[in-house]
């Protein structure tokens, strides 16, 4: 349903360096609809080139022109490198998601949120100080 | 439950519990259920009608196709509009026969009327499409547009032009009359009331672009067309690239791309359009109009060009510069094409500079990058000397005149990057190899690189002792690049010892990275290669593959767990794979179907493309066949087992012809494992060809055995009561001699191909079974069991004679393969399961003599040849079958049998555990017989490695070999018990 938010990156020799796969979701009556990014990839040897970067500032213009309120995506807490990066693309943790990936182990998420141009006041990007359960960020 | 009937309720009641048996996999418990309510006397005609469906589901999915087709058939044939019973049978039909839906839709709308049929005639549509037959999904899609007048449907009408156009194989017919309709209907469409989404705009484009009509296109985008609303395109910046080099309008591309790189310099593929723009505006001396000094003039000198690029270098001055690696790789790509243009004459003014002071300029900046190896190997052939270059290069790896990695590990730095050091180091490395240098090193200078690059892994593993197990450590490459040198260098000593060794290196290696990929793919390929399947499998399930990653890396174990033995895990495999395939299929069908729904036209036809590739995916087929003749050769117990594994897929479907072979596709991803060297990655490319060659002559073979073999079991399948002797001998003989000319013919095939005498990488393509067939002649052996089987039945003067002889020499043939492959023997000082393949060849091709055997036999009974019969009627060919000697042959496999079973008692009770008991890995030790020796220059590394994992890895390799002698075990018992049995 969205293939233009579905890109990948190639390298000189034509090996795909990264990819990125999202989405627009959410109810526009409610300011909810936005951008999300479902996964997103870079293989080692590409990685510290701005890549991931690249990938994100594109989803986010997509997202834009989507007419989004902002851009959303979840994290595992434990992914520091991860969380570093958004952080530095300019997102912020919103909220935690308690036991987001289940496993061995469940472990939390961060829902991190990052306004577009729509959102003059950055309304989206005001966290929620508690934390909540899955069922809370079904779409 | 929407069920007009009104019992919508009761019916779910009564039909949920077969839905669940069939659920759970009690498909028999289910076909009883469904039975009982077809029965029942107070039927519901609905009740019925699902409950045969529901039977059908049930027969389909344990692999009854024709009965499951008969029973679903009977409402079918029906004229049904219930929508839930249609829903039911598409369910079915989508996985059992999808030609079906459109005859059962096409009976709906004709009988439905109002929303009913809108409803329906909607369906149609989407099984039409399912089914691709565009021609009726264009009339469809019209005939519902007269009913529900929704610009949706209108689109579905134009787009089935488009696909008549683009899959017709009348390219005129698509020419001159698909696409201008196409286009036709999209101008009116324009015309009245204009364009206003993004997915109408896109189709409208797709039709311009294929009616060849660019500056129209071009219009459209750049919002120059008033009935079409501007800026819906969300990638029209990108389209309007492709447009302009699709219209060869070099200059406006040349212009246009020039913005683009102002923003994004690292993009590399759009560099290199720009630069192939420049060129040919160089090309053909293209000037201005007029004296136009716009900033978005085109570039049309190599002057203009560098000034461009230094201005882009220039713009990374600052703190960011350092990540712009376009304009760097710009300049040599220009260096290089300038060199080509002018014949190899270098004009220096244009780029000054050396390749050799380009790359290591390169390096300095970019050297501690991942992708920095890849990059410079693109200009890497400018280089005159590159020797000269690995010096310069190597001293930037100094501080203080030490090497920076040696300064890190030893804790004497804490002011460098540890990522950063390791990469630089890694990164020369790896330019050596692919320049060829460590290639020409002696034998003792190429296992101090190994073994400095494993230690240097080793003693890194302290720098990434904080990392994450999900992180790659940071010497994981040097690990990766010295166990392939030493992989290479046990290639050319031809030590299949050190393989062990490498396994174990590389076990310990995983452990410190668990999330390594490369390492667990290597492990992989090293486990097979001394014949140990289980490991492997257990590290490739460590992969956790997923959706077409089975097309691409499955043969990773479809091509080794049946070669090994390991025949329960081959045919888990060939489920999984199969799975796959069927689930792929029917999942690109639904995404098209939801592509038609949004109206992403361009993404229909990549599914259907996609499709297509899976359908003629090699993988795809090879795991079908392997399956298929996996069930008839060792499941088999009796010839009507055999029979009942022929039965599907059906008889045609057996035959593989030259044209079906042709168009398979190899979809596996071959070159895996990362390879760093120039040559070798040519020679992959040549492997990877020869691979698919001879992978579609294998599934030929396993074709033309199947077939002799269906052909055979229905002979003895004729009623009794109506036997033709005559007509039941000469079929057989006939089959038997197509075998034979077929086998023949192939076998000199494959004998003249390149690939069975080439030396394969071991990291490449999986190496034939066809050299291992050849080499133990066990196509031949099958050749010459059919030839004698075809003497035995229609014997004449001149064949009487030889056929003892030959039926002497199979036996024989079949007494070698167990001394040449014999594990007792006390020459073999180590089993490194090259034994396994030819083992579980030779029983594989008594096993499917046997069978032939049986299935002639039981041919034969099947009327009374008698002593007076033969007398009678000897004169004629046919019928003068001979007995006494096809007992001989009997006998004879029998016996071989039984020295087959007997010989793997023997290596199962007792030389793999004592052998196994005495094993253990070691240098050039005196005096100890049970050592894989490994050579004592490894010694240094080899005390690091096999004390924690030896015991664990000799366990599991010893387990592997049990398990696949205990099956091959399996396999001949069942066989020698076949034989026993057959009586004449």
Redesign the interface.
């Known amino acids: 349903r969205w293939p233009e938010y579905f890109l990948a990156v190639e390298s000189c020799t034509d090996e795909i360096m990264g990819y990125i796969m999202g989405k627009s979701e959410g109810l526009a009556e409610v300011e909810e609809w936005h951008g999300h990014v479902t996964a997103l990839s870079v293989r080692p040897e590409s990685r510290r080139i701005g890549i991931a970067a690249l990938l994100m500032d594109e989803l986010e213009k997509i997202s834009d022109k989507q007419k989004c309120f902002f851009v959303d995506l979840f994290v595992r807490v434990s992914n520091v490198t991860a969380v570093n990066m958004y952080l530095s693309l300019g997102y912020i943790v919103y909220r935690t998601v308690l036991e987001y990936y289940v496993g061995d182990d469940n472990e939390n998420a961060y829902d991190m949120r990052k306004a577009c141009t729509r959102d003059k006041e950055k309304k989206s990007m005001i966290p929620q100080k508690d934390p909540v359960w899955p069922d809370a960020v079904a779409p | 439950m929407a069920n007009k009937s009104g019992h919508g309720d009761i019916i779910e009641r009564k039909i949920r519990p077969v839905y669940e048996a069939i659920d759970n996999g009690n498909y028999k418990k289910a076909v009883q259920m469904a039975d009982r309510l077809i029965s029942n006397k107070q039927k519901l005609a609905q009740l019925i009608q699902i409950a045969h469906i529901a039977k059908g589901v049930a027969l389909f999915r344990s692999g009854k196709l024709s009965d499951s087709l008969e029973e679903v058939s009977k409402v079918s044939s029906e004229i049904v509009t219930d929508e839930f019973i249609i829903q039911a049978m598409v369910v079915f039909y989508k996985d059992a026969k999808p030609d079906e839906i459109p005859k059962i839709l096409e009976k709906a709308v004709a009988a439905a009327k109002g929303s009913e049929r809108v409803d329906f005639t909607n369906k149609l549509f989407l099984a039409y499409a399912r089914t691709e037959d565009y021609k009726k999904q264009q009339q469809t899609a019209m005939n519902l547009y007269k009913l529900d007048g929704k610009k949706s449907t209108y689109w579905w009408a134009v787009f089935s032009n488009v696909l008549q156009a683009n899959y017709s194989t009348d390219k005129n017919l698509s020419k001159k009359m698909f696409l201008p309709l196409a286009e036709k209907m999209m101008i009116k469409m324009i015309n009245d009331g204009g364009l206003h989404t993004e997915a109408e705009i896109l189709l409208y484009l797709m039709i311009l672009r294929m009616n060849d009509k660019i500056s129209e296109a071009l219009k459209v985008l750049r919002g120059q067309v008033p009935e079409i609303e501007k800026g819906l395109l ?2 029209g910046d990108a389209l309007e690239i492709e447009l302009l080099q699709e219209a060869n309008l070099y200059a406006e591309l040349n212009a246009s791309l020039k913005i683009y790189l102002r923003e ?1 310099c ?1 993009d ?2 759009n560099f290199k359009l720009y630069l192939d723009s420049l060129f040919h505006l160089i090309d053909v001396k293209w000037q201005p109009a007029d004296d136009n000094t716009d900033v978005n003039t085109p570039d049309y000198t190599v002057d203009m060009a560098m000034e461009f690029i230094r201005h882009l270098l220039k713009d990374g001055d600052g703190p960011e510069a350092k ?1 712009y ?1 376009g304009p760097h ?1 710009a300049q040599m790509e220009i260096k290089k094409r300038h060199k080509l243009l002018t014949q190899g004459e270098e004009v220096q003014s244009c780029v000054p500079e050396t390749f050799n002071t380009l790359l290591k300029d390169y390096f300095e900046k970019f050297g501690h ?3 920095c190896f ?2 410079m190997t ?1 200009y890497f052939d400018q280089v005159e000397d590159p020797k000269e270059l690995i010096s310069k290069l190597e001293e930037t790896l100094l501080v203080d005149g030490s090497l920076a990695i040696d300064l890190l590990i030893e804790g004497k730095t804490a002011d460098v990057k540890i ?1 950063d050091v390791c990469n630089r180091y890694i990164c020369i490395a790896t330019l050596k190899n692919y320049a060829g240098l460590y290639r020409d090193l002696s034998f003792d200078e190429k296992l101090k690189v190994s073994q400095q690059l494993i230690g240097y892994h080793g003693k890194g593993l302290n720098l990434g002792k904080d990392l ?1 197990s999900t ?2 450590q940071y010497t994981d490459s040097f690990c990766l690049l010295g166990c392939h040198l030493l992989m290479n260098l046990s290639n050319e000593t031809n030590n299949g010892n050190d393989i062990w060794h490498i396994i174990l290196i590389l076990e310990s290696a995983l452990k410190a990275s668990p999330s390594n990929p490369q390492m667990r793919i290597m492990l992989i390929i090293l486990y097979c290669k001394i014949g140990a399947f289980d490991p492997a499998h257990k590290i490739f399930n460590t992969l956790a593959i997923k959706y077409i990653q089975h097309d691409t890396l499955g043969y990773l174990m479809t091509s080794n767990a049946h070669r090994l033995g390991h025949f329960k895990s081959a045919r888990s495999v060939y489920e999984a794979e199969e799975k796959f395939f069927l689930v792929g299929r029917r999942d690109c069908v639904d995404q098209k179907l ?1 592509a038609y729904k ?1 109206g ?1 036209f ?2 229909i036809t990549e599914f259907i493309d996609f499709e297509k590739r899976l359908q003629n995916s090699l993988q795809h087929w090879t795991v079908k066949y392997y399956k298929f003749y996996l069930d008839v050769i060792h499941k088999s117990s009796s010839c009507e087992d055999a029979l009942s594994f022929l039965k599907y897929p059906p008889r045609e479907d057996i035959s593989l012809n030259e044209n079906f072979l042709n168009q398979l596709i190899d979809n596996r991803d071959v070159k895996v494992i990362r390879n760093w060297d120039k040559l070798e990655a040519n020679q992959l490319q040549t492997e990877a060809d020869w691979s698919m060659q001879l992978e579609a002559l294998h599934l030929k073979y396993i074709s033309i055995n199947l077939q002799l073999l269906a052909h055979i079991m229905e002979l003895g399948q004729v009623e009794s009561g109506t036997p033709d002797p005559q007509t039941i001998i000469s079929n057989l003989s006939t089959s038997l001699t197509k075998f034979i000319d077929e086998s023949k013919h192939l076998h000199q095939r494959v004998l003249d191909h390149p690939g069975l005498k080439h030396s394969w990488t071991w990291y490449g393509p999986p190496q034939t079974r066809w050299k291992c067939i050849i080499d133990g002649g066990f196509d031949q052996l099958l050749l010459k069991a059919a030839s004698v089987t075809l003497q035995l039945l229609c014997p004449s003067e001149e064949t009487k004679e030889n056929v003892q002889i030959e039926i002497t020499a199979i036996c024989q043939a079949v007494t070698d393969g167990l001394v040449n492959h014999n594990l007792c023997n006390e020459n073999v000082k180590c089993f490194n399961g090259h034994n396994l393949e030819p083992y579980v060849l030779l029983v594989e091709t008594l096993g499917y003599i046997v069978m032939v055997i049986a299935g002639c036999v039981k041919a034969i009974k099947s009327f009374p040849v008698t002593k007076k019969s033969r007398k009678k009627k000897g004169g004629q060919q046919g019928l003068s079958v001979d007995l006494e000697k096809f007992k001989l042959f009997i006998n004879s496999v029998q016996s071989v049998c039984d020295a087959v079973v007997q010989n793997l008692t023997a290596i199962k009770d007792t030389f793999l555990v004592q052998y196994f008991s005495r094993l253990r890995i070691a240098f050039n030790l005196q005096n100890e017989e049970q050592t894989l020796e490994i050579n004592n220059d490894l010694s240094d590394l080899w005390l690091k490695t096999y004390k924690s994992n030896e015991s664990d890895m000799l366990k599991n390799v010893r387990d592997s070999y049990q398990a696949s002698v205990q099956e091959l075990l399996s396999v001949a018992k069942l066989k020698f018990n076949l034989i026993k049995s057959i009586s004449l």
């Open positions: 969300i990638h994004r690292d590399w593929h990540f690696r790789l990058k991942g992708c890849q990059e693109m990522a994450k992180e790659l939801q949004y992403n361009s993404k």
